[in-house]
């Protein structure tokens, strides 16, 4: 069986964006989506088999990667680009886990479950036609979410169940612990210090083998790093048009 990653997104007969019928209540485990060991399965011909092709696409494209690699800085660049709205995932913690990150406390599956729930659910809300875009919904939207682990990103990914007209996406910005390490400790009044950098690296899962991941090596130079991110989307793009 492939994993939530290796499969695509399955096809449904409604156009509207959904909110996903996968319910989750506080403490629950998470799903399981782990794939089958040595599995055959081509995902890159599976998906061009089956990717639905709805008449308008909307797209979440998720930033992700370990604190200081960018991801605000990157998917900023990318709202500019794009013209769609971005949702700093930071902004969606709740208190209870900053207070622990910013004493230097790893999160847990537990503390990361509701919080990828609440940036799932307004990535979806965004998308959605509404009174605050004069029910003219956007052509996607800005995700900026650490997303360290593959079942962290299956969590997301359940925002494109609902609808074939929606798309997920990762960019996942890959940098070395070094550097990390030198970006964080010089970032001002942030809850997440240099010391929690190693406790990310270690939880960190980069993609592999997951179709609709897009890697970019983030240690050159700013203006370097964001056209290639905008390069690589504007390439995706194209295979829907």
Not at 11 to 36: I, L
Not at 168 to 183: A, D, T
Not at 186 to 207: F, G
Not at 229 to 241: P, R, W
Request: proline fraction near 9%.
């Amino acid at each position: 069986m492939l994993s939530a990653g290796e499969r695509p997104q399955p096809p449904h007969s409604s156009p509207r964006v959904d909110s996903p019928a996968v319910s989750v209540t506080k403490g629950h485990s998470m799903p399981d989506f782990d794939s089958k060991p040595g599995s055959s399965s081509n995902p890159s011909t599976l998906i061009h088999e089956t990717r639905p092709k709805p008449a308008h696409v909307q797209h979440i494209w998720v930033v992700t990667g370990p604190a200081g690699c960018g991801k605000s800085t990157v998917g900023n660049g990318l709202r500019k680009e794009l013209g769609v709205p971005f949702l700093e995932g930071d902004d969606y913690h709740p208190k209870s886990n900053k207070d622990k990150m910013g004493n230097g406390i790893p999160l847990t599956d537990e503390d990361r479950w509701d919080w990828l729930i609440s940036l799932r659910n307004a990535a979806i809300e965004a998308l959605s036609p509404s009174e605050s875009n004069n029910f003219h919904p956007p052509a996607g939207v800005v995700v900026a979410c650490s997303a360290l682990k593959q079942k962290y990103r299956d969590v997301m990914r359940v925002a494109a169940y609902g609808s074939p007209s929606v798309q997920i996406h990762f960019v996942y910005l890959k940098l070395s612990e070094e550097v990390l390490m030198q970006r964080v400790s010089q970032r001002k009044s942030h809850y997440m210090k240099s010391d929690m950098v190693r406790s990310q690296m270690q939880t960190l899962e980069e993609p592999q083998q997951e179709w609709d991941a897009i890697t970019i090596n983030v240690e050159g130079p700013p203006d370097v790093v964001q056209q290639e991110v905008i390069d690589a989307v504007t390439k995706k793009l194209s295979e829907y048009m």
